[in-house]
């Protein structure tokens, strides 16, 4: 059988090489990511004792290109709790592959990171969100895999998970019932909301019929992004 050299370009060696350098020059060892979405990444000034490093200055990591996406993995301390964040993230429309997209994700899993937590600008399709409104995921509609376009595809290295990871429970019931909880405590039920998040490819936004056929095929948000 012929199998096509489509080798991965940030394969588990790559992916350690720049988790080793991030670990050799940081004394944190977060167990919790947090990944800014467009106008987010003020979420990282809540860290103390910060330490940033800018992406272009880690081996192998990807640049953004894009306005609101300063590009910066700042390290340091949330309640006495070691995190990361993201000040910035990459997307397929910005024209890197879904390796590279994906790549921070393996770096943090090699890193040590156990809990991820993404967030996004994305555009609302249920008719009861209001723009502003939280939608916290409690699970996703990937279109782009449907049609092949999968980070998992291509070979597998079991150091990283299995081949056929299941996607029953991605986002964890506990982590999403303490949000509820704690929006509720805070006074702010009325526009903090659960859903089914939707993928695309972008760059364009839907046109009227999409975000209706979207919405009918159970989604309830809708943007770019939360491959990473
Ligand atoms: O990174 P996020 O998902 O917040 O970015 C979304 C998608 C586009 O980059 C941008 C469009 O407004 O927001
Ligand atoms: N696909 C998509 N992505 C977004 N990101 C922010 N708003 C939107 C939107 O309306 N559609």
Redesign the pocket.
């Known amino acids: 059988m012929h199998i096509s050299d489509n080798s991965c370009c940030c394969s588990f060696d790559e992916c350690k090489r720049t988790s080793d350098w991030l670990l050799s020059q940081t004394r944190y060892r977060p167990k919790i990511a947090v990944v800014c979405g467009?106008g987010l990444g003020l979420l990282a000034e809540y860290l103390t004792s910060k330490q940033a490093f800018r992406y272009e200055d880690i081996p192998n990591f990807p640049v953004c290109t894009v306005s609101g996406h300063e590009g910066r993995l700042v390290f340091g301390k949330l309640n006495d709790k070691s995190c990361v964040f993201m000040q910035g993230r990459f997307h397929l429309y910005e024209g890197y592959s879904l390796c590279k997209v994906t790549f921070p994700v393996r770096v943090f899993k090699l890193m040590g990171v156990e809990t991820i937590i993404v967030t996004?600008?994305?555009?609302g399709l249920c008719q009861d969100f209001k723009v502003g409104d939280i939608m916290i995921i409690k699970d996703h509609i990937n279109l782009p895999g449907f049609a092949g376009q999968h980070p998992l595809c291509g070979p597998n290295d079991e150091r990283f998970g299995v081949r056929f990871p299941t996607m029953s429970d991605a986002y964890s019931e506990d982590l999403r019932k303490l949000a509820l909880d704690i929006s509720s405590e805070l006074g702010y039920s009325s526009f903090v909301h659960e859903g089914v998040y939707c993928m695309?490819c972008?760059p364009n936004?839907?046109t009227v019929a999409e975000a209706r056929l979207l919405h009918k095929l159970g989604s309830d948000t809708?943007?770019?992004?939360d491959w990473t």
């Open positions: 467009s996004n600008a994305s555009g695309v972008g936004f839907e809708v943007d770019y992004t």
